[in-house]
């Protein structure tokens, strides 16, 4: 379980292909200070095993499915991502809660900034847009956001400086991807609605 506050923004280093998936080589500094192996590290808001670390960088592996399901097979060396460890039971919680189980992948539709702030428009996936609602919580790209506003096939959300600073959003461009995570209680509603009827 994560919260959707990103710790630090970290760099791809290495990418190894293997038969049965993918391996990144991520540098760190904030998500290490007390990892241990088979420790949880959402990157772009994707739960990953640490499989490997030093003082400098930790190792995940992608099995197929989460190549399938994210967009981490197309991460290259150089990029950049977001990091997050798993939240403690006796931690505060600032953001939502987040699974860090990427429901789909969208795109950016347009980054407009507006006064001091960023406003940031992406795409509603099909078969998952009821459970995008305005000033309902999101994740994207493993961060916790608020739905500014909701259209027929986009919605906006309002990125602040700061959030746009210490996350990946201010390398986003119009067409780029992004892990969603849906809030997994607009899931569990959907689910117990649909057993009713």
């Not at 998500?31 to 995940?60: H, K, M, R, W």
């Not at 539709?109 to 459970?131: H, K, L, S």
Request: aromatic share 6%.
């Amino acid at each position: 379980m994560f919260t959707g506050i990103v710790a630090e923004v970290g760099e791809i280093r290495r990418v190894e292909e293997t038969e049965g998936g993918r391996r990144l080589t991520i540098a760190a500094d904030e998500v290490l200070s007390d990892v241990a192996d088979g420790a949880s590290i959402a990157v772009n808001g994707a739960c990953l095993t640490v499989e490997e670390f030093d003082d400098e960088s930790f190792e995940v592996f992608l099995a197929a499915e989460t190549v399938a399901k994210t967009y981490l097979g197309e991460i290259e060396e150089g990029d950049v991502v977001n990091l997050e460890r798993a939240l403690r039971a006796d931690a505060r919680l600032d953001g939502h809660f987040v699974q860090g189980h990427v429901d789909t992948t969208t795109e950016v539709v347009d980054v407009r900034e507006v006064g001091e702030d960023w406003e940031y428009e992406f795409a509603v996936p099909e078969a998952f847009g009821q459970y995008i609602v305005s000033k309902g919580s999101v994740a994207l790209d493993g961060i916790s956001l608020t739905v500014a506003e909701k259209g027929e096939d986009t919605f906006t959300v309002a990125i602040i400086p700061t959030t746009r600073r210490v996350t990946n959003l201010s390398e986003k461009e119009p067409g780029d991807p992004v892990h969603l995570e849906v809030d997994v209680l607009a899931k569990y509603a959907d689910e117990l609605l649909a057993e009713r009827r």
